[in-house]
């Protein structure tokens, strides 16, 4: 039997989580301790081209994650969602 909705939305809820704890440890395991290092190990230039916008790709998925969880409790309005986060 196909999943329920229930389940496909927890399904992606769970997967929103995994992909914003990855991207915060890119971004603050990885991305901060470079660019505070001294002496600097990487160019400015070279960090930008390894994370270009690493940062702002991690809000936007923390936006949708916290959205997504959000619309679950008060009222399963997913399209909604989905309608304000994307321009």
């Known amino acids: 039997p ?4 229930e389940q496909l939305i927890e399904e992606l809820i769970q997967t929103e989580s995994i992909h914003v704890g990855s991207l915060t440890t890119l971004v603050n395991g990885y991305l901060e301790p470079l660019r505070l290092v001294r002496p600097p190990i990487l160019d400015k230039q070279d960090i930008i081209a390894m994370f270009s916008n690493a940062e702002v790709i991690r809000l ?6 916290e959205g997504l969880r959000t619309h679950r409790e008060y ?5 909604d969602l989905f309608i304000e986060m994307i321009p």
């Open 60 to 65: 936007w998925n923390l936006s949708l994650y």
């Open 2 to 5: 196909a999943p329920s909705r």
């Open 75 to 79: 009222g399963n309005t997913f399209g």
